[in-house]
């Protein structure tokens, strides 16, 4: 079964980087879509960046320029770098993959800032 391990959240200062990965398991093709999602306390859920195999990538606005995606086909990984972190980017963190869209999802790491 299809399984998505994120790690590398954690507690930053204003200013600061952070790098999350998110393995990606049980996929029998690479998935095409991969990407990052994040949850605020009492906010909706909201794309941050996705990349697809090819290396096509998109931001949310509000990173454009501080976060950059990057993916290892190799090893069904995603990175997120997060540079120049604001307080109001302290959210949860969800990896998203899938074959044609964000089918799975993992369990999120917390990034607080």
């Known amino acids: 079964h299809v399984q998505l391990v994120e790690s590398g959240g954690g507690l930053v200062q204003p200013g600061g980087s952070l790098r999350l990965s998110c393995v990606a398991s049980g996929f029998t093709v690479n998935p095409k879509c991969m990407g990052w999602f994040r949850q605020a306390p009492g906010k909706e859920r909201e794309g941050v960046a996705g990349i697809d195999t090819d290396g096509t990538t998109g931001y949310a606005d509000s990173v454009q320029g501080r976060f950059t995606i990057s993916r290892d086909n190799a090893k069904n990984t995603v990175y997120l770098r997060m540079n120049s972190l604001k307080s109001e980017d302290t959210a949860v963190y969800y990896c998203?993959?899938?074959?044609?869209?964000?089918?799975?999802w993992g369990q999120g790491t917390q990034v607080t800032v």
């Open positions: 998203a993959a899938g074959i044609a869209w964000y089918d799975y």
